[in-house]
């Protein structure tokens, strides 16, 4: 990866200058069967369509505090990297009450509508899919996000010293939170091609990283699993050995 590259969408360039037809997330959810494969080149589409939605419609500004109520999903991920494009806080699990705005899954809504400002509720659903019934007062994002643009350009250049994940109420600003990556990658012996499994939650920075920033920063991908401790050890072993994984953060 590029040594100049300072927060994490720095990093997504680089992955996608390097090689965009690769797989960086394949999620599981054990509790639904779901598997979904996103390459470089895919996950950045959302990215950049993401990042559209904050910056244009939600009027999201760098500095602004975003609570990211989510769990460890690929979507997840994609909001990550969208705040990150934008120059907005990412707040994991943070107090939508003293947010700017807030995203939420559909088991947090009722804590979410605390935010004043503009509300994003995703359904979680196979394939992106929308909410039955729109949530009041909430955006759906599966309604909101297909229209926006694919390319992704910010108004404002993001200051890799400022602000931009908050997490276990530690914050951290964007070339930290790269620095410490890279740190991570190293530790999990990740390096381009690697494959790293994980089963962390995303509300610690253990889970952020292994679940998206560490195998980012190392040229890997990862094999995110949701719901995990639903698999005995032989349905575990077999994923290990059909997603061609080289190391495990379980």
Request: proline share 7%.
């Amino acid at each position: 990866m590029n040594a100049s590259d300072r927060t994490p969408a720095d990093l997504l360039r680089s992955a996608l200058a390097a090689d965009p037809a690769r797989p960086l997330v394949t999620f599981y959810d054990d509790a639904t069967g779901e598997r979904v494969e996103l390459s470089v080149a895919t996950f950045a589409n959302w990215v950049a369509k993401t990042a559209n939605l904050l910056q244009g419609d939600l009027a999201a500004e760098p500095g602004d505090r975003l609570a990211l109520l989510l769990p460890a999903h690929w979507q997840s991920a994609v909001w990550l990297l969208a705040c990150s494009s934008v120059g907005v806080v990412a707040d994991v699990q943070g107090d939508p009450a003293s947010a700017d705005l807030v995203v939420s899954g559909p088991d947090t809504l009722e804590r979410a509508r605390a935010c004043r400002g503009e509300r994003v509720a995703l359904a979680l659903r196979p394939l992106g899919g929308r909410f039955p019934e729109p949530p009041e007062g909430f955006a759906d994002y599966a309604v909101e996000v297909p229209g926006q643009g694919d390319r992704f350009a910010p108004y404002a250049p993001v200051d890799p010293e400022a602000p931009a994940l908050t997490v276990g109420g530690v914050g951290r600003t964007a070339a930290q939170v790269v620095a410490r990556a890279r740190e991570d990658a190293a530790e999990f012996g990740l390096g381009p091609g690697s494959r790293l499994l994980t089963g962390r939650t995303y509300d610690t920075w253990e889970g952020l990283s292994a679940g998206l920033f560490a195998p980012l920063a190392a040229g890997a991908s990862v094999v995110l699993c949701r719901h995990l401790d639903r698999l005995d050890e032989n349905a575990l072993a077999t994923r290990i050995e059909s997603e061609r994984v080289t190391g495990t953060a379980v």
